[in-house]
């Protein structure tokens, strides 16, 4: 799909600020060994180039193996990402999962998944899933999770294995548990089940 003319020029600017610190090059270096000269490398990135030639963007992309659909039309940082990570279970197209900060998980549990990806930012899951997002933590739960992991969470389900649950209440807000603690206990009927931590992404 392409875009537009401005979010092109954003496009280029970005990726190849990226390429340049990616592939451990200076500026210098990169003009000389593309071929594109120093004074047209500094004008596109300080964006004074309103379009940039394909012509140059050719000599880019030739030398780095890139296609240039890719340094016009996306984030090549985000599509080499996705493309490093490996999947255990083989080669699974990712899920997007919104990532929803700890102090709007609660109020967020009653939203479709849809919507929420439409409003906060997302991060990639490889497996066949449904009901998935992900909670940025805030502030501790516990011993075991810190401000800025990331856990990824299967909504209202039970945890398998030794997956640990998360739950929320008034007095304890979000805390998690091991399967080995029994969930369904009467001490618990007060605990709100959030899901099962699928994932953690210790940041």
């Known amino acids: ?38 004074a047209t490398l500094y004008k596109i990135l300080d964006g004074k180039v309103g379009n940039v030639q394909h012509s140059t963007i ?6 780095f193996g890139v296609s240039c659909h890719i340094i016009e039309n996306c984030d090549l940082q985000q599509v080499e990402l996705i493309e490093k ?3 255990p279970e083989g080669d699974r197209n990712p899920a997007a999962i919104p990532v929803i900060p700890q102090s709007d ?13 439409t409003r906060y930012p997302l991060t ?22 810190f401000p800025g992991d990331i ?14 649950s998360l739950f929320y209440s008034k007095e304890k807000r979000i805390y998690s548990l091991r399967k080995s603690n029994n969930i369904t206990d009467t001490s618990m009927t007060d605990n709100l089940l ?5 994932e953690d992404r210790i940041m």
């Open 85 to 87: 990570t490996l999947s």
């Open 151 to 164: 856990l990824i969470i299967k909504r209202k389900a039970i945890p398998e294995n030794k997956q640990l």
């Open 105 to 117: 998980f609660i109020s967020s549990m009653g939203s479709r998944i849809g919507d929420l990806a």
């Open 124 to 145: 990639w899951y490889f497996s066949d899933v449904s009901n998935m997002v992900a909670l940025r933590v805030e502030k501790s739960i516990g011993n075991t999770f």
């Open 58 to 63: 050719t000599r880019i992309a030739d030398f």
């Open 1 to 38: 799909m392409k875009v537009s003319g401005l979010q092109r020029k954003e496009n280029i600017i970005n990726n190849i600020e990226y390429l340049i610190k990616s592939r451990g090059e200076s500026k210098t270096s990169f003009a000389n060994r593309t071929g594109v000269t120093r």
């Open 194 to 198: 959030l899901g099962a931590i699928i």
